[in-house]
């Protein structure tokens, strides 16, 4: 830590090492249970990375996306004829359990688990070139036929294949698949859907707290974090009424405090036998390559539950954006 604290001193650190710093003193003043000062770094290397007008854009697209699946447009809209069981798409916000939810998936034998996959991203982003559209994504979703579904979901399918050919289940956790289970409701129309959830502002303060990269602008701003979670929820509230894939919402909190009951419902959903060894997921062979790594390879704890109550002064921003309403718009300057 006095080393860090030394840096800090040095002028002319680039801003992204700046941060970078920050949150390792704010994790080391967290350590010693001296939140008011880890919360202080955090703080700092927040601002460091805050921009608003790429937090906006993200908050806009999750309003996009629910004004352009509606139910109607679902209805005319092709589905791949493949109909495999074999994906299982672990959504959530970042930080809600979805490394924990796929460690102890991937512990049954007829389960892999891929890690956080990148390809439905691409496949999103580069709809519109695919489709030869002018508009991007989602707005150029009229021009997908069955064709088309049934290619872009035979090339992901066949990655699956590549990663275990075995497996009867492959599960995807890139969290952020959230944005696209209208995408995913087309083109695996037997794929099941897993949502992880966790207490708001656990998960928040979780976000706020980690050095997250790629698209999470939103995360650098209480407030703005704030907004973005209700969009989210109201993203995810919109699925549940639109779309006819099976969905599964999984609480970390029950799963912390009943696991095996969470454990057997999880596998009756994914449609698998039985098997005790997913209760020993910490035991399981295998790599989780997320910021949740420690997590996984211990058994549940309890501690991470309530975790926001040692910064709740520090908060209050957060848990206005949460607790508005009326609070839909973009990020706080």
């Given amino acids: 830590l006095d080393l860090i604290l030394r840096l800090l001193q040095t002028p002319g650190f680039p801003a992204a090492q700046e941060a970078r710093l920050h949150f390792s003193a704010g994790d080391l003043y967290a350590q010693r249970s001296d939140f008011d000062q880890a ?91 695919t489709l030869n559209s002018t508009q991007p994504y989602p707005h150029c979703i009229d021009r997908l036929t069955e064709a088309a579904v049934n290619e872009l979901a035979a090339g992901y399918l066949q990655h699956l294949e590549t990663l275990s050919p075995e497996a009867e289940r492959v599960t995807d956790k890139m969290p952020h698949n959230f944005l696209n289970l209208g995408l995913i409701e087309l083109l695996f129309p037997g794929a099941r859907i897993i949502h992880c959830r966790r207490d708001p502002m656990d998960t928040c303060l979780s976000c706020f707290t980690h050095d997250l990269s790629g698209r999470h602008a939103y995360s650098y701003d209480l407030a703005t974090l704030g907004t973005y979670y209700r969009a989210y929820r109201q993203l995810m509230q919109h699925w549940q009424q639109v779309l006819t894939i099976p969905i599964l919402q999984l609480d970390y909190e029950t799963l912390v405090t009943d696991q095996e009951a969470v454990t057997r419902q999880l596998l009756a959903f994914c449609e698998l036998e039985w098997d005790a060894r997913c209760l020993q997921f910490h035991a399981a062979d295998r790599v989780a390559a997320t910021a949740s790594y420690d997590q996984v390879r211990q058994p549940l704890y309890s501690s991470a539950i309530g975790k926001w109550r040692a910064y709740e002064r520090h908060l209050r921003p957060l848990a206005g954006a949460l607790d508005d309403p009326n609070n839909s718009g973009g990020p706080a300057a």
């Fill in 39 to 129: 919360f202080g770094h955090y703080l700092r290397a927040n601002k460091l990375k805050f921009t608003p007008q790429a937090a906006s854009r993200e908050i806009q697209y999750l309003h996009t996306l629910q004004a352009t699946f509606t139910r109607e447009r679902l209805r005319t809209l092709p589905r791949a004829t493949a109909n495999s069981r074999r994906p299982v798409f672990i959504v959530g916000m970042p930080r809600s359990g979805t490394s924990l939810v796929e460690q102890v998936l991937a512990s049954h034998p007829a389960v892999f688990g891929a890690g956080e996959l990148i390809h439905i991203n691409q496949i999103a982003n580069q709809l519109h070139t």
